[in-house]
């Protein structure tokens, strides 16, 4: 096992290899393996790739639980599709004893190498790299490679993660070349001392040597990465060669240890590497291989309920992350993998779990340079047989293994600071198995598992296998309840939620309560969103180029849209909930206290010097602003300073803060906004109007009393309504609303309605009843000309907000174009809260229609769809825009929540019985 990367000697595989699919292992006949590669049946695809999206005739399938084809484990379906990926290549010029090994970096599900029609070996890990030595196959000259990859097998059934079955060779495919006498695994400790303020740097190395003999050594050096300038002297240690001490002898290796280093830190926040140059040198001196190395100094630790790096408690601002492109699937590049990670930093997100596999090597050397916290998972998950396998001892060496060589391939990586041993996959002996190798092995980092807290209890359970209690969509009043435990002693392990806050459509209901939860209680450090990207993917037919979700490939049984469930779209854009992400995840918080301005800064490591500050205060009309000055709050601590403006409590009005990077980072160009908050002066506040008034025929129709919303997936399964009503999966609230005919039926045959209307003011009173508690929303709807294309207003944004996702919306003054319908599937969207006024504006005439309360805020959306037309709808393409403008005005409307997988909004944003009032005037 070695855990060097890929390095300047090594032979790239990659590129176009011929391409032929069977329907099963038993039919791939002798002669695909090195026979012509031109006859008929044979394609040409990439590699890295995925097949399933290259045109071949077998295509992706999607489940998030269920097997894709019936079981039980080990059995496997009679269509199996198999793909013979065939090559050829001409061996390096090398000397006679050097060694020469073909890495397979990932093939989905399993796959035997075949050189030169001799078999070589078979590898049954479908995200780790194999590793085959073939330095007595090779021949000099031309060489003939043939990998068989099979689609599904015993494996399969713990591969069964939520996300797309693909197949193929999705990872880079390239020969290592390596001398005879080498090193074969280099682990490096780098260790820093929070006390001391002092890094160490213990390598031990183990080597194969052709030459028993005393007098090897081993050397290492340390460079800073940046300068290459020697941080310290080499130090040497000697290789133990005596393996006739057999008692004592443990291996050919040795240990170089570099105490007492002048070096800085890593951490997420200061993500500073250095280079280790480890040699080998023969008795006589000479170096003989060499492994070059990227370190950080850091030491996690648990101490009672604290995750700590170097010695502070650190948040997790997390995502949840699979390997995903829209059009080559899992075969992600080192581009996409950046890509993600510039997205993520720019919205505040600083941790990310590789749900639920290890990603490419490359993934983590991004992660240590660019600074993000990272908890590695084990590729295992038994979901649809969840109990069924975790016990079994047919499967007790691959679950050992998988965790194992993820551990051994990427244990230098300073950004891992958690080992996963899974995900839904149970708790039984083959976890604990696991889990004891890695203590026993790497015990510098601690475990994650959250199975094991799951069936045993937060408080004491599954120990042997977590040192952390990491749930799955727990309720804010639960995660307070932990926090209790915490405070009072009962419990003493930190919570870092594994998924919390499901990403699926028009969701995230509820974020700033999490944060304001996990802000007030000690042992509560954050979590993970579940999840960073939705997984649309285009079919490998160019003439259909929309994004696909489960059953859109004919692939059956299904999941539908669930897969549509990230923070951004299959192809980055961000959804509008990421202002809440990037609010609820920033960096430093502001708020206004016994007249004066307080700072935190929440970072755990690094000052505010790259960020400059600026204050804006409006009444609605006027608006002056200033910079903030005197602001030097250390890590982790806060400050007050005078504020920058008497607040006008008579007049009223809004205090906005916010912060910008000072110069140009890795991820955003200088003035990029990091955070914001407000203080709100409670008082009405005006705006003049824009524009001329309107002439007639503005409103085409309305208003018209409105109960209905195209329900959020958070609601529930539009697609998968009968499913998900018998398997009760998902929010059933939306099947609750059909059973009433809220979707149907008038709202006046549901509800008492009352409308009052003299010239230019408008009051609506809805009188709510005890049987239609949860409706989702309250209020009236229009019909307006669609020459106004421009909305202002006085109110939340200026993005959509809702009411459990509006925190990091601000109060102001905003003007935008008519929204469009963000999501993969069509469902509610476009609303604004906390409204005073709006107008709908003509640009082209200058013309404004204005609505303005005349008693309590409203919210609004103007969108190109009813309601009815978004619901009917199961794809984005589906959708034509209606001959109006579809202005909606509520008195209240339904929370997001996250019912998709998680809670139901919390009880202050549902609709409760009783009467509602919406008042207000027209100008037109």
């Not at 948040?315 to 492109?325: A, E, K, Q, S, T």
């Not at 995900?423 to 994650?448: F, I, K, Q």
């Not at 435990?485 to 919570?495: I, K, Q, S, T």
Request: aromatic share 10%.
């Amino acid at each position: 096992m070695t855990t060097r990367g890929v390095e300047a000697s090594d032979i790239t595989l990659d590129g176009t290899w011929s391409f032929r699919l069977f329907d099963t292992p038993d039919d791939v006949p002798v002669d695909a393996l090195n026979g012509d590669t031109d006859a008929v049946g044979w394609h040409e695809v990439a590699v890295p790739g995925n097949w399933t999206l290259q045109g071949v005739g077998d295509l992706p399938h999607y489940t998030n639980i269920v097997m894709p084809f019936d079981g039980p484990p080990p059995i496997l379906p009679a269509r199996n599709p198999t793909g013979v990926y065939r090559r050829s290549f001409v061996a390096p010029e090398r000397a006679d004893s050097s060694c020469i090994r073909i890495c397979v970096g990932g093939a989905d599900s399993v796959h035997v190498v075949y050189l030169n029609g001799q078999f070589i070996g078979y590898g049954t890990d479908a995200r780790l790299d194999s590793v085959y030595d073939v330095t007595d196959q090779v021949r000099d000259g031309e060489n003939e490679l043939a990998i068989v990859v099979v689609r599904f097998s015993a494996h399969s059934y713990i591969e069964d993660q939520d996300a797309w079955w693909m197949a193929g060779l999705h990872r880079p495919v390239h020969l290592m070349i390596r001398p005879a006498d080498r090193l074969e695994d280099v682990r490096v400790e780098a260790d820093w001392d929070p006390t001391a303020g002092t890094g160490s740097l213990h390598v031990r190395a183990v080597a194969a040597l052709e030459r028993l003999e005393a007098g090897w050594s081993l050397r290492a050096t340390i460079r800073d990465a940046a300068t290459s300038v020697a941080v310290a002297h080499p130090a040497t240690a000697p290789v133990d060669v005596d393996h006739t001490t057999t008692y004592q002898f443990t291996d050919v290796g040795g240990t170089v240890s570099l105490d007492a280093l002048a070096v800085e830190p890593w951490s997420a926040e200061s993500p500073t590497l250095y280079t280790c140059v480890i040699d080998l040198l023969n008795p006589e001196g000479d170096v003989v291989d060499t492994v070059t190395q990227r370190v950080g100094f850091r030491r996690v630790v648990i101490d009672g309920p604290d995750l700590l790096v170097n010695g502070q408690r650190v948040w997790i601002h997390g995502v949840n992350r699979h390997d995903h492109h829209p059009d080559r699937g899992t075969a992600v590049t080192v581009d996409d993998m950046r890509a993600d990670l510039v997205q993520m930093r720019r919205h505040n997100i600083t941790a990310i779990r590789t749900a639920h596999y290890p990603n490419r090597p490359e993934f983590l050397d991004l992660c240590d340079e660019l600074g993000f916290y990272v908890v590695d998972e084990a590729d295992i998950e038994s979901h649809a047989y969840n109990w069924h396998l975790c016990d079994r001892p047919e499967y007790r060496e691959a679950w050992v293994e998988r965790v194992a060589r993820m551990v051994q391939r990427d244990r230098n990586h300073p950004s891992v600071i958690i080992w996963s041993l899974g995900n839904e996959s149970g708790y039984g002996a083959n976890h604990d198995a696991a889990a004891a190798w890695v203590r026993r092995s790497e015990p510098t980092r601690p475990l994650h598992y959250e199975d094991a807290t799951r069936t045993q209890g937060w408080i004491d359970g599954g120990r042997q296998a977590t040192d952390v209690v990491c749930p799955m969509y727990p309720t804010v009043p639960e995660v307070a309840d932990y926090g209790r435990a915490v405070a009072d002693g009962r419990a003493d392990r930190p919570f870092i939620m594994c998924e919390y806050s499901h990403a699926m459509g028009n969701a995230n209901g509820s974020l700033a309560d999490y944060w304001d939860v996990i802000h007030s209680y000690p042992g509560l450090q954050g979590g993970f969103i579940w999840e960073w990207k939705d997984h649309g993917l285009r079919h490998p037919d160019a003439a259909d180029r929309r994004l696909h979700y489960g059953g859109m490939f004919g692939d059956n049984p299904h999941d539908g849209n669930f897969i549509a469930d990230g923070l951004v779209s299959s192809d980055l854009t961000p959804h509008p909930a990421m202002t809440e992400v990037s609010w609820v995840y920033r960096p430093v918080a502001t708020w206004v206290e016994d007249g004066h301005l307080f700072v935190e800064n929440r970072r755990s490591f690094a000052s505010l010097d790259d960020l400059y500050a600026r204050w804006v205060f409006t009444d609605g009309d006027t608006e002056i602003s200033g910079d903030l000055e005197g602001v030097d709050v250390p890590p982790g601590e806060y400050r007050s300073i005078p504020l920058p403006i008497a607040l006008p409590q008579d007049l009223g009005g809004v205090l906005t803060v916010r912060w910008y990077l000072r110069d140009a980072r890795w991820f955003a160009e200088a003035d990029h906004l990091v955070a914001w908050d407000q203080y709100i002066v409670e008082s009405p506040i005006d705006g003049r109007s824009t524009g001329a008034p309107v002439a007639d025929g503005a409103i085409v129709a309305g208003p018209m009393p409105q109960l209905w919303r195209a329900a959020v997936d958070n609601d529930g399964f539009k697609l998968m309504l009968e499913w998900a009503a018998a398997e009760s999966k998902g929010s059933q609230r939306l099947h609750k609303w059909l059973q009433q005919g809220i979707d149907s039926m008038a709202p006046t045959d549901l509800i008492e309605y009352d409308r009052e209307f003299q010239p230019g003011h408008e009051s609506h009173t809805f009188t709510i009843p005890n049987d239609l508690v949860g409706l989702p929303r309250v209020g009236v709807r229009y019909e307006i000309d669609p020459r106004f294309t421009r909305m202002r207003w006085f109110g939340r944004g200026p993005g959509e907000n809702y009411a459990d996702r509006k925190r990091g919306s601000m109060i102001g003054l905003w003007e935008a174009g008519i929204d469009t319908q963000p999501y993969l599937v069509p469902q509610e969207y476009g609303l604004r809260t906390d409204v005073r006024w709006v107008e709908l504006i003509d640009p082209a005439k200058g013309d404004r229609l204005r609505i303005e309360t005349s008693g309590e805020p409203f919210s609004f959306s103007a969108v190109r769809h009813t309601a009815e037309e978004l619901y009917n709808s199961s794809h984005e393409t589906e959708l034509t825009e209606h001959p109006h403008l579809i202005l909606s005005l509520d008195a209240a409307h339904r929370g997001l929540g996250n019912g998709a997988c998680g809670p139901e909004p919390h009880e202050e944003y549902e609709i409760g019985p009783g009467t509602y009032t919406l008042a207000y005037t027209i100008t037109r």
